[in-house]
């Protein structure tokens, strides 16, 4: 099935029932598509469950604090949505293991460029936590992403949306899975982002052969050349 067949993300996201996820930014400046990206990720598998976000307060004032308003117009539950600040990320860590104890909870933790790198085994710890109370785990990786027990790794940027007649229109994404445990990995989507159903749809690609608009400086309707 092609990439950007209109179902084949959905399709792709339900194959099967990922316990660990990790989503990077494609660069620098993406950090905030790859938040928002996870949030429409863990939402749509939350299911009305806790969405739990544990975070270094040092992250937070780098590159932002969430926004009530802003997280409820995204589609968030406010009333079953949970943020811990943490002092270190070791905290951050352990606050997000905890809470994958809740059966249904998904848990997003943010990782923090540090000198020393998150290893394989924190990653484990995380996996088997999902696995065992079958929760869900997402990490957001604002670091050099290395060897880990994610299940998949997305690859995040920014995109054109298509246009609301009044204000802006749903957020939408790039997308490429850069790493996949079961199966092969390079495919790519443009996805928007629906506050109301909680989904991701996929935004159709202009195929080859696709009609281009005609450059401002040149005629609508080029004459045909007369056979001699």
Known sequence: MRPDHPAAFEEFRTRRDYRLVEMTAA???AETAALAFALGWGRSVANNHLLFWSAPQASLTEHGVPYAEGLAQFGVDLDAFLIAATRTQI??????EQA????????LCTIAAAKRPLDLIATRRLFLAAKRFKSRCALLRLDIARASAAELRFEISSAPGEGALYG???????????RNRAGPAGETWRLQWSAYEHAFRTIPRPLDGAVLPVP?????????ARAG
């Open 91 to 96: 905290d951050a860590l352990w606050a997000a």
């Open 168 to 178: 802006l229109g749903p957020p939408a994404f790039d997308v490429r899975l850069t």
């Open 100 to 107: 994958l104890t809740l059966p249904g909870a998904f848990v």
């Open 216 to 224: 401002a400086d040149r005629p609508v309707e080029a004459p045909w």
């Open 27 to 29: 660069a620098p400046g």
